[in-house]
């Protein structure tokens, strides 16, 4: 594919409402992270998948947040009970493999506001 | 905890300048920095990487400069131009991870 794309580009829900946020990877990619960016931050990172596992979910805030990425490919990362905090712009990148080396090429973001 | 610190916040300058952005990280135990672009809105745009074991890149106007052990890079813009505003982000790679700095906006003006 031509880059990494998110849908929806911008999300506006209601506090305590179920979210979810699409990831397409580059294609042929098998590393794929999600970030959170809040306004006038750097990027904080959220999960990191390696094919269909997450092989490391420490960023994950709480037990509100969770990733899929059921086939290797495409991601959705959901959001139970949003709270207002959690208005931010949702970041994907991927990378062709995982090592440390290689660079993770991002998407365009998904800005979630909670109402 | 690897912390990512970029100075200055915020930065002006005229069309043409020269200029300087610094990045600090405090643990140098890391694989590679890279340097970014934010436009307003958008995504992050890769404007270099520098491998640990390199110590500079350069692509056209821009040269970033790494010294792991002081645990510092610059990223260097030569001959601003208005298109050059945005803000300009450095990460650390250590493990799963990038670090990020909160990046430095920079306005170059006509």
């Known amino acids: 594919g031509a880059g990494v794309s998110q849908t929806p580009s911008n999300k506006v829900t209601e506090k305590g409402k179920y979210v979810e946020l699409r990831c397409d990877p580059i294609?042929?990619?098998?590393?794929l992270y999600w970030y959170r960016q809040s306004l006038g931050q750097g990027p904080e990172f959220l999960i990191y998948?390696?094919?269909?596992?997450?092989?490391?979910d420490s960023g994950l805030p709480n037990d509100r947040f969770f990733a899929v990425r059921p086939e290797g490919s495409v991601s959705t990362l959901k959001i139970q009970r949003t709270e207002r905090g959690d208005s931010a712009v949702y970041l994907c990148?991927?990378?062709?493999?995982?090592?440390?080396?290689?660079?993770?090429?991002f998407g365009p973001g998904t800005r979630l506001t909670v109402l | 905890k690897q912390e990512v610190t970029q100075i200055p916040a915020a930065l002006s300058v005229p069309e043409g300048e020269n200029l300087v952005l610094n990045c600090s990280f405090t643990?140098?135990?890391?694989?590679?920095l890279q340097w970014f672009r934010q436009d307003p809105g958008k995504g992050l745009t890769s404007l270099l990487l520098?491998?640990?074991?390199?110590r500079e890149q350069t692509s056209g106007r821009l040269n970033a400069s790494l010294d792991k052990s002081s645990g510092r890079s610059t990223l260097y813009i030569a001959a601003s131009q208005p298109g050059d505003s945005a803000t300009y982000l450095c990460?650390?790679?250590?493990?799963?991870?990038?670090?990020f700095g909160a990046g430095t906006r920079l306005t170059v003006k006509p």
């Open positions: 294609s042929g990619h098998t590393a």
């Open positions: 990460a650390v790679r250590q493990s799963n991870d990038m670090r």
């Open positions: 990148a991927s990378s062709l493999n995982p090592g440390q080396a290689n660079e993770q090429f």
């Open positions: 520098i491998q640990s074991s390199q």
């Open positions: 643990d140098s135990a890391i694989y590679n």
């Open positions: 998948f390696q094919g269909t596992g997450a092989a490391d």
